[in-house]
């Protein structure tokens, strides 16, 4: 029941996140963390070094096929994955879905997470 209703969170979240509450993405980002999901910010690095989510990796978008497998050979771990507004995640989340990642959520823009207990600057 629990992981269902993080599920429907995360794709309500993903799917209108210009429009969404900043305390249920900060709250949908906890619950990742406490899961241990494999949190992955496919900003490039420059974004990334101006402050990102505490344990995060960075892999650009563009080179998430390439580099995901450095971080999770196993395609059933929970992989979260965020940009800048949310529209890279999707691409990235699209593509690690294609290349059959089953657990892979959208958390949607850092602005909306960035929180000091939570990210890194």
Do not use: Q, W
């Not at 629990?2 to 429907?8: A, G």
């Not at 995360?10 to 619950?31: I, K, M, P, W, Y």
């Not at 990334?48 to 059933?76: L, M, Q, S």
């Not at 992989?79 to 995640?89: D, L």
Request: glycine share 6%.
């Amino acid at each position: 029941m629990k992981s269902t209703l993080l599920s429907i969170l995360v794709l309500s979240f993903s799917a209108c996140s210009a429009a969404h509450d900043d305390s249920v993405a900060r709250s949908v980002l906890r619950e990742h963390m406490a899961n241990n999901s494999l949190i992955v910010d496919v900003r490039e690095p420059d974004e990334y070094d101006d402050g990102h989510v505490r344990g995060a990796v960075n892999i650009p978008y563009t080179k998430v096929d390439r580099e995901i497998e450095r971080y999770a050979t196993d395609r059933t771990k929970p992989i979260s994955v965020y940009c800048g507004r949310g529209g890279r995640a999707a691409k990235a989340e699209d593509t690690l879905k294609k290349m059959g990642y089953r657990n892979v959520s959208n958390l949607g823009g850092y602005s909306y997470l960035a929180e000091p207990s939570l990210v890194t600057r």
